[in-house]
């Protein structure tokens, strides 16, 4: 059996740091896995973190081809809405996400992390996430209301054993900057349509009154009666001047994510999310996050 990263579920961390690195030069796809591999220092219980490694689906293809999901592909190009609505792509070639309780941790083994891997990959792109009143994003929102239990999340965001890329998920990371001055401009009952949940207590709202371009209308996707899920796990991030909202969703196919963009652009029908009139992509990319047991197989023997 398979055994996914258990980081995709550690929920509780309040400190976060997400790092995408790009190749440093042109390295062979396996050197980059092997590297990612045999990072057994950081994964030590004791320091009390939680990571999480994606790969650009093609690097991860290169090397691993018997274990690359059929659907796994990079942000290549930028997603435009009907009405010019642009969300860009930003791909990388590596994603870690180190979590855990306090920033102090997180910021040693993510140093660690990029001193390991500096002979192939050099960091493009870092944030520093946080915990905003336990569960809520900087909208003042509960955010994850609507998220598959943890005893429903792997059977979401795992791919199941026997096909390709068992025990790993399909990821999407975007960051996304709010308009705090709007938003706090705009009374809470219309706040609540945009999102379509009350603010204080996450009660959806009725179908008959729910709007069209609500958040909660956009993303919800429906195929055949039935609804796909995503499991997210959204983190807070920046200063007071600047802030947003990591977004990072898993399942266990690309599909459902990016048709949950698509409807949140307007593409198909021309309704665009409420929400993205308060909050701006400034990045894209989707990472195949392997089974740590496959992973497993390209670490050299420890010590
Ligand atoms: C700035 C970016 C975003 C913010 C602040 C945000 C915030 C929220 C909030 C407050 C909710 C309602 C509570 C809940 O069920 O969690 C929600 C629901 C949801 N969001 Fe987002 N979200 C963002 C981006 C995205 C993106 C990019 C996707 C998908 C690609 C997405 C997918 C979903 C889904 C699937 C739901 C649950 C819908 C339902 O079935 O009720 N969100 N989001």
Do not use: C
């Amino acid at each position: 059996m398979s055994t996914p990263q258990m980081g995709i579920f550690s929920l509780g961390d309040g400190s976060h740091s997400f790092i995408e690195f790009a190749l440093r030069g042109s390295p062979p796809a396996n050197d980059v896995v092997v590297a990612v591999a045999s990072m057994h220092d950081q994964r030590k219980t004791t320091d009390a973190v939680n990571l999480v490694v994606g790969f650009r689906p093609e690097l991860w293809r290169a090397a691993a081809p018997a274990d690359a999901p059929a659907d796994a592909v990079s942000f290549d190009r930028a997603l435009v809405g009907p009405d010019g609505y642009s969300m860009p792509a930003t791909q990388a070639d590596l994603f870690v996400w180190t979590a855990g309780p306090s920033y102090d941790v997180v910021f040693d083994i993510a140093t660690a992390i990029i001193g390991h891997l500096a002979k192939v990959v050099v960091p493009v792109r870092e944030v520093a996430g946080w915990t905003y009143r336990v569960n809520r994003d900087l909208t003042g929102f509960e955010d994850g209301t609507e998220n598959p239990s943890l005893e429903e999340a792997p059977g979401i965001a795992i791919i199941p054993d026997g096909q390709p890329g068992a025990g790993g998920s399909i990821l999407l990371f975007q960051q996304w900057r709010h308009k705090t001055d709007d938003w706090r401009a705009t009374p809470v009952a219309q706040q609540e349509r945009v999102i379509g949940r009350t603010k204080s207590d996450s009660i959806e709202f009725d179908a008959s009154v729910m709007p069209a371009n609500s958040h909660v209308s956009r993303t919800t996707v429906d195929e055949n009666g039935q609804e796909r899920k995503i499991f997210r796990r959204n983190t807070p991030y920046g200063t007071v001047g600047d802030h947003g909202t990591m977004f990072v969703g898993f399942a266990n196919t690309r599909d459902p994510l990016q048709r949950m963009l698509e409807r949140m652009a307007g593409i198909g029908d021309g309704v665009r999310d409420a929400l993205t009139r308060f909050v701006t992509p400034l990045t894209g990319a989707y990472y195949f996050v392997p089974a740590l047991s496959t992973l497993a197989r390209f670490a050299p023997p420890a010590d």
